[in-house]
């Protein structure tokens, strides 16, 4: 995820990260099988290869501060592999609210947001 990723490289500059936890979509979960790839244009061959690079699981953990909402009708997050590689500091879970929390559950996102930085000393 792009901005865990930014709080592990920018630490200095970056004083939380807040995520709701969905991480399914647009990209492989696994390995791609061998007449999948083949299928992918040669564009899209690239952008695997990028994707790959980026995925790679980081040497150390963040240590930036990261809060997660999971809003249980559509996020898969699990809190022990999330901790593995980011410094959680904040887990909500959320009766309601799908992968567009700030269209279905506005109230439950921004106030978990704010709980989050709240939180932080700065």
């Known amino acids: 995820m792009i ?3 930014l709080g592990r490289l920018a630490v200095d500059r970056v004083v939380g990260v807040h995520v709701n936890a969905a991480t399914t979509g647009f990209i492989p979960t696994g390995p791609v099988e061998e ?50 590689n980011n410094h959680i500091v904040h887990w909500s879970e959320f009766d309601r609210g799908t992968h567009f929390p700030a269209i279905d559950a506005s109230d439950l996102m921004i106030s978990d947001i704010r709980a989050f930085f709240r939180g932080l000393s700065h």
């Open 3 to 5: 901005a865990p990723e």
């Open 35 to 84: 007449d999948v790839l083949a299928s992918l244009s040669d564009a899209e061959k690239i952008r695997l290869g990028r994707l790959g690079q980026f995925m790679k699981v980081p040497r150390d953990p963040s240590p930036t501060p990261v809060g997660v909402a999971v809003f249980q009708q559509s996020d898969v997050a699990i809190r022990h592999y999330a901790a593995q």
